[in-house]
Nanobody, 120 residues
Framework: QVQLVESGGGLVQTGGSLSLSCAAS????????MAWYRQPPGKQRELVAQ???????FYENSVKGRFAISRDSAKNMVYLQMTSLKPEDTAVYYC??????????????WGQGTQVTVSS
């Protein structure tokens, strides 16, 4: 089993910045892609940003140029630096990893989520 714990959410004013962190622990063997998703109130969960084991990144269009994803593979950590925040960024943010165990089985793990609220 792998556990993910997010931290860093909170309340910020429009234009402000927040940094999210996610720590993976447990029976970690091989972490492939690491990602951040978010679920705004009343909406479906959506991919915000992801980073591969090789460092390639993807960003959802609305966050390009404002958010930056990074990872520390040695520490099994993934980060999301968010700047120029807007009220529409308000959501619960979830950490996600694509993990492969010793038997080659891939499984996606999720964190419990952290609330980000951007006030106008």
């Amino acid at each position: 089993q792998v556990q993910l714990v997010e931290s860093g959410g909170g309340l910020v004013q429009t234009g402000g910045s927040l940094s999210l962190s996610c720590a993976a622990s447990g029976s970690i063997r091989s972490i492939n892609t690491m990602a951040w998703y978010r679920q705004p109130p009343g909406k479906q969960r959506e991919l915000v940003a992801q980073i591969t084991s090789g460092g390639s990144t993807f960003y959802e269009n609305s966050v390009k140029g404002r958010f930056a994803i990074s990872r520390d593979s040695a520490k099994n950590m993934v980060y999301l630096q968010m700047t120029s925040l807007k009220p529409e960024d308000t959501a619960v943010y979830y950490c996600n990893i694509d993990h492969t165990d010793d038997y080659g089985v891939r499984f996606a793990y999720w964190g419990q989520g952290t609330q980000v609220t951007v006030s106008s």
